[in-house]
């Protein structure tokens, strides 16, 4: 496979643009160390004031990669043209006869299962309305251990299939061996069915994408043969939680210019996100086999954020990957409250990190080991802010309680006076504040003024006020997800490995109690934190109060924003809307209401729906659906492994379902003779005694 791209000048445009990113990054990064060299009482010349302007330097330039990154994305959608957009392929001919086929993956791990299946619908009628439909398959790939889950989805898959008339089009699969979570089950795939399709759309357990997205992607695909992976933006919806309107909102109002901005730098050469994403699967299976890193987790073992590196193990193989910013209908949602947001970034802290070790990895592009770099920033930028924070703070203690030396260690006939500016300092935050903040008023001016998409966000005055509110609310929360990341990267570092749930993805909001276990520690931090400074260097304590109030209150901010009610009163009164609310498309009207529609689905003999290893059981339909999955699919067991369901069958006529460990409910699940004994004599023995006090205690 050649490397070069199929558009003209592809190769000098990349290295022509990332020398001049270069350059706007060294260059203001080194001007601004310098002047807050010249900021501090005794110019850099101690080791502690050193100590600042190395760190505040690395994060100068961290925070101007974000700042170009909007610059050129406000430019590249003002002029309305980029003649490198992977979407100017759509305007090429194309026969809806030639649609190679496609598999839509959606792995899911113990999630919830009305909202999977309803955004399974949703995609599946939404492809059922465009040419290509014939030749797209969806494939539920589940990692879910449980029997009462298993079961659920396995009945919720089954009940979708009868009621869409889908045989044949929607498959499930529940793997009996969880390894490599995500991408081993993606794996697990390829390897039983890569053969059978050109191209997999790998989705997110609350990914949603409309039919015709799906076959623009295919489109692309199919005339840019040089494209491994093509990447959406996805758009997040969903949300009432003030936490989830505001991460919405922001993702809606801001995401389209960085994602320009992303388009602009990396080209060929992007970032592959795990989810709403289109692969090539014979070069995927081909190359993109992911390593097991020497050593123990948390930094060896299995790669944990396989995204990255397997957008990198395509790129080495001389395949783009491209970023289809401008693509619409492409959907998932965003965490509802701080806490469950931060048990993913703890997760992804991990994965991060442990791409360092692959930085020097034979063969990648250098872009690639940048994005590597990009990905461990983003969560060891906390801890240098913390590291400077710190630095600062000691600084100002030690000027206050020990006070300034006039004579350097080398002999001099005149003193040296520091010197405090606090009209310097003003300027150098001042700067810092444009950096952060100016792309937000850009993104403002584009909708308003560009796109004219100003009514989408409640109008002109609103989509001010909605921004401000958000910025207000990001200024209250980055000092509480600083202090958390900067934990996470010191406990990965030193060794203690992170556990890899499922994800909260409902509205459930967060008790006193889980808000006290969470933020305990970090409010009396605050509290040390500013209560020294206060005490030593009052002066001081100002210019740091907007960091340490809001680690003392993180606990009520917290509980606030994981709330709905605050959520929906600004919903109400025009406030953090987007579009999905104002011009919902056809596709977000359908999952919310086939998920409120299968939320309150009855269920036979009035079991509840997450009771599924006793519907199993009990029910005649998911009994059925068992025996026969197994029969098609499975060898019957042997001597010893009949002798032991035999004992299984009679602990659990005896003893109930309960009395089952696990293990054991998983075994009973995989042996059709016992699950037919188990289900007639529940029904038979006693007049059907068994059964009805089995769904008396359940």
């Keep these: 496979m050649q490397s070069d791209s199929q558009v003209p000048g592809l190769s000098f445009s990349t290295g022509k643009r990332r020398l001049v990113l270069t350059l706007l990054i060294l260059i203001p990064s080194a001007m601004a160390s310098a002047y807050v060299g010249s900021v501090l009482p005794d110019k850099g010349s101690t080791p502690l004031e050193l100590a600042i302007i190395i ?62 299946m309803a955004g399974i619908k949703t995609t599946y009628l939404s492809l059922q309305r465009t040419p290509g439909a014939n030749q797209f398959d969806i494939h539920i790939l589940s990692d879910s251990g449980s029997a009462d889950k298993w079961m659920e989805e396995e009945a919720a898959w089954a009940d979708l299939v009868k009621e869409l008339g889908a045989q044949g089009r929607i498959f499930y699969r529940n793997r009996k061996v969880n390894l490599k979570r995500k991408s081993g089950n993606v794996a697990d795939f390829c390897r039983r069915h890569g053969s059978e399709y050109t191209y997999m759309a790998v989705f997110d357990a609350d990914s949603v994408m409309s039919g015709d997205t799906l076959n623009a992607m295919v489109r692309i ?50 970032q592959y996100w795990g989810h709403n994403a289109l692969i090539r699967i014979e070069p995927f299976m081909k190359h993109c086999g992911l390593p097991r890193l020497s050593g123990k987790p948390p930094l060896g073992g299995d790669i944990l954020s396989h995204d990255f590196v ?20 492409s959907w998932e949602e965003c965490p509802p409250n701080l806490l469950s947001e931060l048990k993913r970034d703890r997760r ?149 490995q992170i556990g890899w749930g499922s994800q909260q993805r409902d509205d459930r909001p967060t008790s006193w109690g889980e808000a006290i276990r969470f933020h305990g520690g970090g409010a009396i931090f605050g509290l040390l934190w500013g209560g020294v400074v206060w005490l030593y260097a009052p002066y001081f304590f100002w210019w740091i109060a907007p960091i340490v109030l809001p680690i003392v209150l993180s606990m009520p901010l917290s509980v606030l924003t994981s ?13 953090l809307l987007i579009p999905e609310e104002t011009v919902p498309a056809r596709e977000i009207r359908d999952v919310i209401r086939f998920t409120k529609e299968m939320e309150a689905a009855p269920t036979p003999l009035e079991l509840p729906r997450e009771a599924g290893f006793l519907r199993a059981l009990l029910d005649p339909g998911v009994n059925g659906l068992r025996r026969a999955l197994l029969s098609r699919n499975q060898r019957r067991p042997g001597e010893k492994a009949r002798e032991r369901n035999a004992k299984l069958v009679e602990k659990i006529l005896g003893n109930g379902p309960e009395a089952l460990t696990p293990d054991e409910k998983l ?25 009805r006090a089995w769904l008396q205690r359940n």
Excluded at 229 to 250: E, K
Excluded at 563 to 575: A, T, V
Excluded at 671 to 680: A, F, I
Aim: hydrophobic share 50%; aromatic share 14%.
């Design 55 to 116: 760190v505040y330097s690395i994060l100068f330039a961290w925070i101007s990669v974000g700042f170009w990154t909007a610059i050129m994305g406000w430019f590249t959608i003002m002029r309305r043209y980029d003649r490198f957009a992977a979407s100017r392929a759509l305007s090429e001919p194309f026969d809806p006869n030639d649609f190679p086929r496609t598999a839509v993956l959606f792995p899911i791990c113990n999630e919830d299962t009305p909202r999977v």
């Design 221 to 270: 695909m199919e005339r840019r043969p040089r494209i491994g992976i093509l990447q959406t933006a996805p758009a997040c919806f969903g949300r009432d939680t003030l936490l989830g309107r505001l991460q919405q909102f922001a993702n809606r109002a801001y995401g389209p210019m960085f994602a320009a901005g992303l388009h602009f730098w990396q080209l060929g050469d992007a």
């Design 310 to 329: 397997e957008a990198a193990l395509m790129r080495r193989a001389g395949w783009e990957v491209c970023l289809a910013f401008d693509l619409t209908g």
């Design 348 to 496: 992804w802290c991990q994965g991060n990190l442990q791409h360092l070790r692959l930085l020097f990895t034979e063969g990648l592009f250098p872009a690639h080991r940048v994005l590597f770099l990009n990905g461990a920033m983003s969560y060891v930028s906390a801890l240098l802010w913390f590291l400077f924070l710190m630095l600062s703070s000691a600084e100002a203690v030690i000027q206050a309680v020990v006070g300034p030396s006039y004579f350097a260690a080398t002999r001099s006939l005149f003193p040296s006076w520091p010197v405090w500016q606090p009209l310097w300092a003003l300027i150098l935050l001042a700067t810092t504040g444009v950096l952060l903040f100016f792309p937000k008023i850009l993104s403002y001016l584009l909708i308003v003024l560009k796109t004219r998409r100003s009514k989408q966000f409640g109008g002109a005055f609103r989509l001010l006020a909605s921004i401000a509110l958000e910025v207000a609310f990001s200024a209250l929360l980055a000092p509480i997800r600083m202090l958390f990341h900067s934990k996470f990267v010191c406990i990965t570092l030193l060794g203690r």
């Design 563 to 575: 709330h709905d009610g605050p959520g929906r009163w600004l919903r109400r009164k025009g406030l």
């Design 667 to 691: 075994c009973l699940l995989r042996d059709p003779d016992g699950l037919l004994e188990v289900h007639t004599r529940a029904w038979t023995a006693d007049d059907g005694a068994l059964r």
